[in-house]
């Protein structure tokens, strides 16, 4: 055990406690075994028997491959809980569990707490909500195993034709998102989980999404300098213990056109040698089709540690990633020594976080930690301050006589989407409730009645529900959404939009709203904030964080402009 001394954030030792842990662990590791280290695969979070070929290959993978941890993806709370001990009590070297939770652990897990988009934060412009969000997300994350959130992002979202970015940014000044990133990176730090911030240079002004091809970000180095690299000096200033590099390509720094994960000029001559970074490098999954498109699985991983990467996020064939580059390192394409550079790294990001020693098992913590009354309170309280209205004089709606409501909804079911949000107007309502749901592709009866139904209504609520999804390569709202709802507009008809995700929506309408409320998501938190507001028992105090074209400006928060 090592003795706690000059300990950064909630960290369990100092930099040079870790790094002389990691150096001795080296040491005493075969090349295999480091290798290992730099191999982090996907692991799913959902329940399964112990006889599932998916479970028994998590298992082969600590045991053969020495990997250095998992990436955790959709499930619930116990089965990750009780997966992340079974499979820390397989490995020799303790293992870095990680996972996605930009927007709290609820990201990932249907039972665990569910924050505001950080776009929601961006509109607040509230630093103080970025670092709740991020200390609340530690707290629920290492009860659940985890100690390594990839969060913040400090893309800015600047192309509102973004598939993939969009509300998962802080918005599009760079000033103002490097201020919540470091909010966001000390919240979660100082709840003694590492951050990664993401995702380097910036993939927000692409209108690819890199699940599904390579993006490409044709800006000059003086651009980048004085936009999208603002964020990433910020949170590398607040100490942000790992960078994830995108794939993206950058020609000015790259000319070859190279994804920045296979890239040695940005992950080593930018990252490196120009910003002087010197924590932990990981790759953006390595599985996603703008890097998998290019290169086999074992190029792939041989040129992300080439390129200076230290961890490698699901490797698509993990026995192919490590054999690959123990074959680099025999044939001299790689050596020895970077390999040590690596494992090190990942060894020295494990004892900051006190995996110097399999941890205790977290499973008895679960239920005093995980979404409970304290953190969902927090929720819908920082909900509360990210709701932005255009058109205040429609609100509130009346009680006695509520108008038609519209729940449109590009993916999902009417008895799982907006359902807090009708039930709260419902209930705190004197008038009995219409609604009508509408999917992304409905038959032409639905649409029928629908124009049927809201004859006999002045005024319609519609609540767009249009979130980012990977691989699906498009954001926005269904053409056959946008057509309703302009037909509504010519019949007379008051349109109060609810924009239930992104905020770029209303950009398909032929007129504008009479209002329009921007929530930049679909939580409960979310919903219950929007109808406090609808039926004005809270007020509208946030201010876009992003340009919406022909619609309305940037505007900082709190401005009356």
């Known amino acids: 055990m090592?003795?706690?001394?000059?300990?950064?954030?909630?960290?369990?030792?100092s930099d040079a406690e870790a790094l002389d842990w990691a150096s001795g662990s080296v040491s005493r590791m075969s090349l295999e075994e480091q290798i290992g280290q730099l191999l982090a695969p996907r692991a799913m979070s959902h329940y399964v028997g112990a006889d599932d070929p998916t479970h028994r290959a998590l298992f082969e993978q600590v045991v053969r491959f020495h990997v250095g941890g998992f990436v955790f993806f959709q499930g619930e709370v116990f089965g990750q809980a009780i997966l992340a001990d079974e499979l820390q009590q397989a490995a020799r070297i303790p293992l870095l569990f990680s996972q996605d939770a930009e927007w709290g652990v609820g990201m990932r897990l249907f039972d665990a707490t569910t924050f505001p988009n950080m776009m929601g934060i961006g509109a607040s412009g509230m630093s103080e909500l970025a670092y709740a969000v991020g200390r609340a997300t530690a707290e629920e994350s290492k009860a659940l195993g985890v100690r390594f959130v990839f969060a913040p992002v400090a893309d800015l979202n600047n192309?509102?034709?973004?598939?993939i970015i969009n509300v998962r940014s802080f918005g599009e000044d760079p000033f103002a998102v490097a201020d919540l990133v470091r909010a966001l990176t000390r919240g979660l730090q100082d709840g003694g989980v590492l951050a990664s911030v993401k995702h380097f240079p910036g993939h927000g002004d692409t209108a690819t999404d890199s699940h599904a091809a390579l993006p490409v970000l044709n800006v000059d180095k003086e651009r980048l300098q004085r936009v999208e690299l603002v964020p990433f000096r910020a949170a590398i200033d607040e100490g942000v213990a790992s960078v994830m590099v995108g794939h993206l390509a950058i020609p000015a720094i790259d000319p070859s056109g190279m994804p920045a994960t296979l890239s040695r000029p940005i992950v080593t001559g930018m990252l490196r040698d120009q910003?002087?970074?010197?924590?932990?490098l990981v790759s953006d999954a390595m599985e996603m089709n703008g890097v998998q498109q290019l290169f086999d699985p074992d190029e792939a991983a041989v040129r992300a540690v080439d390129a200076g990467l230290d961890l490698l996020l699901t490797?698509?064939?993990?026995?192919?990633?490590?054999?690959?580059?123990?074959d680099a390192v025999r044939s001299g394409r790689l050596t020895a020594v970077r390999i040590a550079d690596s494992a090190r790294r990942v060894l020295a990001a494990k004892a900051l976080v006190g995996l110097t020693t399999r941890p205790d098992p977290e499973i008895n913590k679960v239920r005093s930690t995980v979404s409970t009354a304290a953190h969902r309170q927090t929720a819908l309280e920082i909900a509360r301050k990210t709701i932005v209205v255009d058109g205040p004089e429609s609100l509130p709606i009346n009680r006695d006589e509520l108008p038609f409501f519209l729940t449109l909804s590009d993916s999902g079911e009417e008895?799982?989407?907006?359902?807090?949000?009708?039930?709260?107007?419902?209930?705190?309502?004197?008038?009995?409730l219409h609604h009508a749901f509408v999917a992304a592709e409905p038959c032409r009866e639905r649409i029928e009645s629908v124009l049927d139904r809201t004859q006999r209504h002045e005024t319609i609520v519609a609540a767009a529900y249009v979130s980012v999804r990977s691989y699906s390569g498009r954001i926005g709202l269904p053409e056959v959404h946008s057509s309703l709802l302009n037909e509504l507009a010519r019949q007379g008809k008051r349109i109060v939009l609810l924009c239930m995700g992104s905020p770029y929506v209303v950009m398909?309408?032929?007129?504008?709203?009479?209002?329009?409320?921007?929530?930049?998501?679909?939580?409960?938190?979310?919903?219950t904030a929007v109808a406090e507001v609808l039926l004005g028992e809270q007020k509208a105090t946030a201010s876009l964080p992003i340009t919406i074209p022909g619609f309305a400006p940037r505007r900082d928060a709190g401005s009356d402009a």
């Open 2 to 13: 090592m003795t706690v001394s000059n300990s950064r954030f909630g960290f369990a030792c």
């Open 415 to 432: 008895t799982s989407v907006g359902v807090r949000l009708r039930d709260h107007v419902r209930l705190e309502s004197s008038g009995p």
């Open 508 to 527: 398909s309408l032929a007129e504008r709203p009479e209002c329009t409320l921007f929530a930049f998501g679909s939580s409960e938190s979310v919903q």
């Open 275 to 280: 910003l002087g970074y010197r924590g932990l």
């Open 315 to 326: 490797p698509p064939d993990v026995e192919a990633a490590f054999v690959g580059i123990r």
């Open 159 to 163: 192309n509102p034709e973004n598939p």
